[in-house]
Nanobody, 131 residues
Framework: QVQLVESGGGLVQAGGSLRLSCAASGRTFNTFSEYAMAWFRQAPGKEREFVAAIRWSTGTTEHTDSVKGRFTISRDNAKNTVYLQMNSLKPEDTAVYYC?????????????????????WGQGTQVTVSS
């Protein structure tokens, strides 16, 4: 089992900032030798889309183009927590943000960025950016 608990969503004006957190726990999670954690988002009427991911062992990150320079994914090893720092928020960033995790192969390959590549998901946290 893997439990992912998100927090930090809310209402913010355009240009503002928010930081999302996702704490991971569970027996299965503790057996992963290598894993990735990621953030996805889903706006009303749209498909869930990749935002950013991080390889836990090295801290290597990937961000989708639309958030590069504004969002940063990071992790705290001691707390088994991943963060998404969101700056310069835009109304189009409004969505439910989901944390995801799964084991991956060791190495330097691309991090998974598709929904089907993650088996474990948080409950989601709403981010609303007003104009």
């Amino acid at each position: 089992q893997v439990q992912l608990v998100e927090s930090g969503g809310g209402l913010v004006q355009a240009g503002g900032s928010l930081r999302l957190s996702c704490a991971a726990s569970g027996r299965t999670f503790n057996t992963f030798s290598e894993y990735a954690m990621a953030w996805f988002r889903q706006a009303p009427g749209k498909e869930r889309e990749f935002v950013a991911a991080i390889r836990w062992s090295t801290g290597t990150t990937e961000h989708t183009d639309s958030v590069k320079g504004r969002f940063t994914i990071s992790r705290d090893n001691a707390k088994n927590t991943v963060y998404l720092q969101m700056n310069s928020l835009k109304p189009e960033d409004t969505a439910v943000y989901y944390c995801a995790a799964d084991s991956i192969l060791p190495g330097r390959g691309r991090l998974p960025s598709r929904v089907v590549q993650y088996d474990y998901w948080g409950q989601g946290t709403q981010v609303t950016v007003s104009s």
